[in-house]
């Protein structure tokens, strides 16, 4: 059996999610692309950081917005390998993102498909197109090893 | 008739977004107290700041984690002159605040009372006490004072 390769944007972020394992951080890792091109990339890391906004979609994000000097990410992608949380499903909205494309999904913590499914109000000001499951195992498995090894 | 006065805290996030007003961003202000001592403030500053996340509470809550070494705010108030968005609802979970008091309340854009309801899902791992309309009317006046001049 081949199978289907995975995107190159989704590749990235999962090599942040292992960054971030690295650093004791829960592997989640994220990349904005625009026009094809990565503009920022971000992983989870609150607790070296000291900061309990930094997962990996308000760090790429953030660096997305720094780069282009624009607070709004029109046109851009977000490649994250998990489902965004409230936290991070409303700056997707924020900034605007155009396509979101998540791997894993996560009922205990999401807020697309489960929860606060934020963008399914009308006070969400933007809705981007979601794609999920692109890298499910990959990111799962990164994940249950990370917690596997803590227990 | 005596008006009862402002607790110090409120009047703390007011003058953080009347703050923001005068840098032209849309006035929202937020205070973090622990012990009854100012830990972390904050205002609106997306624009400028080219930051889709600079909201009153995610300033105001990275300034606390910061200056307390943790990114866990256990123990901690948050103020903030608007009720709080979706982005910034699912922060202050991750943050742990312990209580949440905030002045107007916004039917448009808010996700505590209305909308994603950020706190009332099984997926939010920490609720605070929520206490609202305090500083409503000097909260308000500031925002559409601010929305009639850019007309």
Same mark, same amino acid.
């Given at each position: ?5 995975? +995107? ?42 000291? *900061? ?23 046109? &851009? ?10 936290? &991070? =499903? $409303?700056?997707? =909205? ?11 999904? *996560? +009922?205990?913590? $999401?807020?697309?498909?489960? $929860? ?5 109000? +009308? ?17 799962? *498995? ?10």
């Amino acid at each position: 059996m081949t199978r289907w390769p995975l +995107p190159a944007t989704m590749t990235l972020a999962l090599e942040q999610a292992r960054e971030a394992a690295e650093s004791g951080e829960v592997p989640i890792g994220a990349v904005v692309v625009k026009d094809g091109r990565v503009v920022g990339r971000g992983r989870n890391g609150p607790r070296e950081r000291h *900061d309990p906004t930094s997962h990996a979609e308000i760090e790429a994000i953030r660096a997305a917005a720094r780069f282009l000097g624009n607070e709004r990410l029109e046109g &851009c992608e977000l490649w994250v390998t998990l489902e965004p949380c409230a936290m &991070c =499903a $409303g700056a997707i =909205a924020h900034a605007r993102i155009a396509r979101l494309y998540y791997a894993a999904s *996560d +009922p205990k913590g $999401g807020a697309v498909e489960h $929860g606060a499914r934020v963008f399914d109000h +009308p006070q969400c000001l933007h809705r981007p197109e979601v794609y999920a499951g692109i890298g499910e195992a990959e990111a799962a *498995d990164l994940l249950r090893g990370f917690f596997r090894q803590r227990r």
